[in-house]
């Protein structure tokens, strides 16, 4: 399916990795790991996967793997703990985004020692088990730009010092989005290459977002990378109480992990990514019954980042077996195949925000009608400025509707001039890329202001702060004596909730139409009821085609760097 690159293997095509060294049985040659990344680029090659004429096949699979030949794990505290660190950098960074994005880390406070709502709360039994995990930093998660090479560079030095200021780590876990992007390179991989070198016998973890698009070399740093079941992931809290006991084990040397990649360049946008609806809503179950073999210690089908235009675009299966490298390379093509084979029963959004607002609006149910705007999706790196939905909403005469939200800090320098109560004319969003849409001429009344600050109740990360700046309320006149509630913010965070506008004051419980700039996250909290009770129940949901740089409609964009030929943009 293209060019690959992978490190270079030994004649039995694998790789040999314990904690602190990298064996080549042939040679018996031993290199050490800090000397590992400083030879990392030398020992590339590049191979062509073989592939039949009109077949739709491919011979993708990568193996590596990781043995460990140091003695039996001993902790050195009295309390017998082992003491794991936890590192959260989730980074969407998307290629066709024109602003670059800064990543600023903050050490977690020593006084505080776990997550808001405690980190075992959503980890239970990992402290009975004689692990103690601790976070280290304050959790990223943000989506935007690639990543200024700059801010990454000062991000990396400040990780190592708030890594050495622990006494004592005997493994460390990364949650990830498999996506980070500095200067065209994969964030992930130059993360865990420093982390490796400066910390060489430190056991790593990772734990990927459901878009994660990783490259080969990463596997050859630690084996031990997992995902979720379920897209969005909403079971996010149990598998990474899975990675824990994992590299427990690993640590322990109970297990010496192998991973398997198989790869299909298959573009799935994000809107398409559930396994709340056919053909994927049967892939957690089978995934989980995968993962009853003794055998195999995780398995995940990463949907992957159309928005990331980069080689490695795809979906990827990525089995992680105890040394059983043959039934990890069976297991991982027959899941591959099962997704591929999948393709023509994928529901791709077809409404137009239009058409899905006029459907809302004949809404005769209890609960409300849920719109996401897939165009100008925050959670996959747009800028929350686009103006379709606004301009929709207005035009039909919506009522009883709430759009949230649009990030313009033009606008809010205006609102903070007039002030809470006043009338209000301006134009709104639309104001640094157009490909969203133009700004749009309203008029209408402050009803409040906020200082932007919320904590998120959606399962896909409950309890963090966010802080979308100096935020507002305003009630905007529409068409046939209608009225729209729009959250306008000074920037973009994820706008997959009603978080913000719940802080602003906004009853969200009367609306009978709620529009939100969100491709799939949204569908975290909207249909669950095991996990907790959302402030309102939509009673369907609907996914809008809209403009900009989340579209489902991959013809907008054009490709440079993924690998052709590419599903949905070339036959088969």
């Not at 084996?223 to 084990?249: C, M, S, Y």
């Not at 019954?289 to 490695?312: C, S």
């Not at 949230?404 to 007039?418: G, K, R, T, W, Y």
Request: net charge negative; proline share 7%.
């Amino acid at each position: 399916n293209g060019t690959h690159t992978v490190r270079k293997r030994d004649s039995a095509g694998k790789h040999h990795l314990h904690s602190n060294r990298l064996h080549n049985e042939d040679t018996s040659q031993v290199v050490s790991r800090a000397t590992h990344s400083r030879l990392f680029q030398a020992s590339f090659l590049t191979f062509r996967c073989p592939r039949s004429p009109g077949s739709a096949s491919h011979d993708n699979t990568v193996i590596i793997t990781h043995r460990a030949e140091a003695p039996p794990f001993s902790p050195q505290r009295s309390e017998g703990l082992m003491r794991i660190g936890f590192v959260s950098i989730r980074h969407r960074s998307n290629t066709f985004a024109r602003q670059r994005t800064s990543l600023v880390l903050s050490a977690w406070p020593h006084d505080n020692q776990r997550l808001h709502g405690g980190t075992n709360a959503i980890l239970p039994g990992v402290e009975s088990d004689g692990i103690e995990l601790v976070p280290l930093v304050i959790p990223v998660h943000s989506a935007g730009g690639p990543i200024e090479l700059e801010s990454f560079s000062t991000l990396l030095p400040e990780l190592e010092a708030i890594l050495e200021q622990q006494e004592s780590l005997d493994g460390l876990i990364v949650e990830v989005s498999g996506t980070l992007l500095v200067e065209g390179h994969s964030g992930e991989l130059l993360l865990l290459r420093r982390l490796v070198e400066r910390f060489p016998s430190l056991f790593v973890g990772i734990l990927a977002d459901q878009v994660a698009q990783l490259p080969e070399a990463v596997f050859g740093l630690t084996p031990l990378v997992l995902g979720p079941h379920h897209w969005p992931g909403i079971d996010r809290a149990q598998r990474l109480a899975l990675l824990v006991r994992l590299l427990a084990r690993w640590i322990r040397r109970e297990i010496a992990p192998v991973a398997t990649l198989e790869r299909r360049t298959m573009l799935l946008p994000l809107a398409t990514q559930r396994t709340d609806c056919p053909p994927f809503d049967e892939l957690p179950r089978l995934l989980a019954a995968v993962e009853q073999n003794p055998a195999i210690l995780a398995v995940t089908v990463f949907a992957g980042f159309p928005y990331a235009d980069v080689a490695e675009a795809g979906m990827t299966v990525v089995v992680v077996t105890d040394a059983a490298a043959e039934l990890g390379k069976t297991t991982a093509r027959q899941l591959a195949d099962f997704v591929w084979d999948s393709r023509e029963e994928i529901a791709w959004p077809t409404l137009t925000i239009e058409e899905a607002i006029h459907q809302a609006m004949q809404n005769e149910s209890t609960g409300p009608h849920l719109i996401l705007d897939t165009g100008d999706a925050t959670e996959a790196g747009a800028p929350g400025e686009g103006t379709a939905a606004l301009w929709a909403a207005l035009d039909l005469g919506a009522k009883q509707a709430l759009l949230s939200a649009i990030a313009d800090p033009q606008a809010i320098e205006i609102v903070l001039h007039h002030g809470v109560g006043t009338p209000i004319e301006l134009e709104l969003g639309g104001k640094t890329d157009h490909r969203q849409g133009y700004p749009i001429p309203v008029r209408g009344i402050v009803r409040r202001i906020g200082c932007g600050q919320y904590r998120r109740w959606s399962p896909l990360a409950g309890g963090q702060l966010l802080d979308a700046g100096p935020s507002a309320w305003l009630e905007i006149e529409g068409r046939y004596d209608s009225h729209l509630d729009v959250v306008v913010t000074t920037r973009p965070v994820p706008f997959d909730e009603l978080g913000l506008a719940r802080a602003l004051g906004i009853d969200v419980a009367t609306k009978r139409i709620i529009i939100l700039k969100s491709a799939v996250d949204a569908l975290a909290w909207c249909h669950q009821r095991e996990l907790f009770t959302p402030p309102v129940r939509p009673a369907k949901v609907l996914q809008a085609v809209t403009p900009g740089i989340t579209t489902p409609d991959l013809a907008f964009f054009s490709y440079r760097s993924v690998k052709r030929p590419a599903w949905p943009l070339d036959a088969y």
